[in-house]
């Protein structure tokens, strides 16, 4: 037997996950996987200096205390115990599924929206299903319909690539209907006006996750969180790594707590740099779909959207090109700083233009 | 239904893996989880306080691509593609696991050894199996039989408790007689004086687990590696999270590479003490087990293990007491400063007179 047959049937089979592109830092405008153009707050650089000369030689807190108890004060959650660490919310969600989908069984998310749960869901050897968004980016009450087979539900909420947000009673009405937990999850919710944090403490089957990787400008640091009442919190807890976060980070990460209007400062700044984004490329004959994120979505009635991400590209400038099946495609522009913005659009405007 | 039976029935089962105490820092000698008494090299802490001032706004490097360089360069593998960078080496031997062990399958371990990985085994809903070491910490050919379910070995070499090593032609005995993968965990290789390495370029079913958390002073940053021939690494690099090691980490642990004329002196000073702690030892009347890693092995004839270490414990010493049901207990003694091991030892010897 070659060890190619070794590997778990699911894997040989599946696809990988792509990212978006990372060139080299440095190399032209990146708009392609909304990360913050802003640096992280200063106290959080700070506390990972501090951090550099601690006890790296002892392992960190397993269950990262000190983030906990400043996440828990700084959005009104009862307490720690509420609270999961992880090492990016990609990782959180990774425990989510491995702890409530098994081989053959099946989890659900909406269309188009974020294509990696169908990936964790492939790894795992379980199924996914796509339910559609209705017209204006609405969810059907069929997402929360129960099957026997279905295991966990998934909504990111702000979507992407959308940017649309499905309101906090949409999404108590869903997560009341379904049988298996509902996982919010909340990647872009600093950027929005609302989210679901007080749905978790209404009902034990619904999670929140969040990342410091967005608002924060903490995507290389990785970190993110999971909210959900403590009972759950403690049975995941037996799934992740003994020590899944470490030192520097959960430093990192506790000192970002503690930085309220650092964030909305960054809120005000890059949600009217979005707004004028969105005003410029409706001007520019684009379908812009209102955003709650730190992306905007657009489509054009009348050009071809990868010609223009190619040109783009050509011109040093990375922005997001979709394709869906079945869906169609578009452009997913993340706000950069407006300077960034003002030469992306302008480059768009010539790409039209040509 | 309440959420409690929506869990995978695989993890409502199980229980947590225990990993040793941690109390918080500078409360007493902590001698328990195997953690290097001195701090990492300056190289290291100075490239942390560098990385903190970099883009951590913008993503990480999804493979770490410089420090699999480094590494390579540094242990003398065939290239950067024969290494997998993980958030420790506990997320490589969960990779590994979830890479090879389905649901209902099986994989193998000897014992007394480390119990994580029947951790491992139990979430994915799989089994384990125990081969005992045969007198002397010999590896039983036994242990390398093949069955039907069995899609894993795993031989943490040096081992845990006991710090013996299976020397590499009997590894490669065991490789050859086994179909499916041998994992070789070599988390405590940097304090042997053989390794595996060199059997990864021979057979492709045979993978190397590493760490920084022992050897270089770094249990707090979270960082191991997995060497592995290129289509092996590949294919794992499906199922990891997109950028599962963070900006600072990849930029420490790539500096920690640089650093040989550093781990050499470490590895002769611990080695050292932990010489001198089996010649104490063993004049206190302990059997005392020859170490090839950073802690020491041993069994009184006539004392109480635990009351040792209770003893020990109120004295604000924290050493490993560890009991193997059908096999016996005894004390695990990790290597600290001279002056550490000098306390803990003159310890010990008021409570075998007590």
Same mark, same amino acid.
């Given at each position: 037997m070659t060890l190619d047959n070794l590997f778990r049937p699911a894997l040989s089979q599946m696809l990988p996950y792509a990212p978006g592109e990372q060139p080299p830092p440095g190399s032209g405008i990146k708009l392609?996987? @909304?990360? @913050?153009p802003y640096p992280p707050p200063p106290a959080v650089v700070e506390a990972i200096r501090q951090a550099a000369t601690g006890p790296l030689n002892r392992y960190p807190d397993p269950m990262a205390n000190s983030f906990r108890q400043a996440a828990a004060e700084a959005l009104g959650i009862p307490g720690p115990e509420w609270i999961l660490a992880g090492n990016g919310s990609d990782e959180i969600l990774t425990l989510l599924v491995r702890g409530f989908v098994g081989e053959g069984q099946k989890l659900r998310l909406p269309y188009p929206s974020y294509i990696l749960y169908r990936t964790l869901a492939d790894i795992q050897g379980a199924s996914w299903e796509q339910t559609p968004f209705e017209d204006g980016w609405k969810l059907p009450a069929a997402f929360g319909n129960n099957s026997d087979d279905l295991r966990l539900v998934l909504l990111p909420n702000p979507n992407s690539p959308s940017g649309t947000i499905v309101p906090p009673s949409e999404v108590k009405k869903i997560s009341d209907s379904l049988t298996c937990p509902l996982v919010v999850d909340e990647a872009y919710a600093d950027f929005a006006e609302t989210n679901c944090l007080d749905l978790v403490k209404q009902n034990e089957r619904v999670f929140v996750t969040r990342t410091l990787s967005k608002s924060y400008g903490l995507a290389g640091l990785r970190f993110g969180f999971l909210v959900a009442q403590p009972h759950v919190v403690a049975e995941l807890t037996k799934i992740k790594d003994s020590y899944n976060c470490d030192a520097i980070s959960i430093a990192a990460a506790t000192a970002a707590m503690g930085c309220k209007d650092w964030l909305a400062n960054i809120k005000t700044k890059m949600n009217a740099t979005r707004a004028a984004m969105q005003t410029r490329l409706t001007a520019m004959g684009f379908d812009v779909t209102p955003s709650h994120a730190n992306f905007v979505w657009c489509q054009h009635p009348s050009s071809n959207h990868k010609a223009i991400y190619e040109y783009l590209k050509q011109n040093q400038i990375l922005i997001r090109y979709m394709q869906f099946p079945d869906w169609g495609d578009g452009l997913r522009i993340s706000v950069g700083t407006d300077e960034q913005i003002d030469t992306c659009l302008s480059t768009i405007e010539r790409a039209l233009k040509s």
């Open positions: 392609n996987t @909304n990360e @913050n």
